[in-house]
């Protein structure tokens, strides 16, 4: 009984250092921030208790659903390209070509940038007057759009810029189809299924828990967008990409609300659930069809 107990205070001796993070980086702001968003709290003042005030004011803000809007379009249009993009180049550099290596490389580059260096090229490369796309529409014979100041296609933009950081989910694309079974692909391939059969038939099924991770992850992502629209266009215009995690920066720095700020992050963890819940009920039911 001596040496069990010794071992399991050994274990936990071990374990303690993680414990202690967990508790003063992921427990403890967790608590303060349920606490603040049941009051008025500021960046002067000392907190005042009010309930429940806060979330009832978000179905009067037009603000905060024009920012779910905007949230929901951009991630209900870039996760699907974004999955469509790196999975086809996952197929085309599972090949054994020996430019695979060297384009992996490239694709993985971008996403090492930090993503506000990152913006600052993407910057350039949209700029209505001097920008890399819009002088290719001007040698094409066309003339390229205000990019980042026109409604409509300063949320493009932005998409197009997310599809720039996909090297990663390329990678795990890469590491899951590797290990797709050889046998079942000729076993497919001896019943006559075509190269693109196989590859919804057989390699997909297999690749089902890396694209579920996928899924989520860019999911997550998504939802969390900040650094890019706020340098490159600042929620403009007229806030047509004015998203979820500006508005909590704003209500928390500029308009010091940080008890509204922090209803606002809880919220975001509750869409957030519910996106993430639909993603795998998707790929239950993906499943079941199989």
């Not at 990678?171 to 046998?183: H, N, Q």
């Amino acid at each position: 009984m001596t040496s069990s107990r010794s071992s399991l205070w050994l274990r936990m001796l071990w374990v303690a250092p993680w414990m202690v993070g967990l508790a003063l980086f992921y427990a403890v702001p967790l608590a303060m921030s349920l606490f603040f968003s049941l009051t008025d709290a500021t960046m002067i003042e000392p907190p005042r208790f009010i309930g429940l005030d806060n979330y009832a004011a978000l179905a009067r803000d037009r603000v905060f659903w024009r920012c779910v809007a905007n949230t929901a379009i951009y991630a209900a249009v870039a996760i699907p390209l974004a999955m469509i993009l790196s999975l086809w180049l996952a197929a085309l550099l599972s090949t054994r070509h020996a430019l695979a290596k060297p384009v992996l490389l490239l694709v993985f580059a971008p996403t090492v940038v930090p993503l506000v260096a990152a913006s600052m090229i993407w910057l350039w490369i949209f700029n209505s007057d001097h920008g890399l796309l819009n002088m290719l529409f001007t040698a094409a014979g066309a003339t390229g759009p205000n990019w980042l100041t026109t409604h409509g296609w300063a949320m493009s933009a932005l998409i197009i810029m997310s599809l720039w950081s996909v090297g990663q989910s390329v990678v795990i694309y890469l590491a899951a189809l590797r290990d797709v079974p050889r046998p079942l692909i000729e076993s497919a391939s001896l019943e006559g299924l075509g190269r693109f059969r196989r590859f919804v038939h057989v390699v997909l099924p297999t690749i089902a828990p890396a694209i579920l991770f996928n899924a989520i992850i860019q999911t997550i992502t998504a939802w969390q967008v900040f650094a890019a629209p706020y340098i490159m266009t600042g929620g403009g215009p007229d806030r047509s990409t004015y998203f979820y995690s500006h508005y909590v920066y704003d209500q928390a720095f500029v308009f010091q609300h940080m008890g509204y700020a922090a209803t606002l992050g809880w919220v975001q963890c509750l869409l957030l659930a519910v996106c993430i819940g639909a993603v795998y009920l998707c790929w239950r039911r993906l499943g079941d069809l199989r």
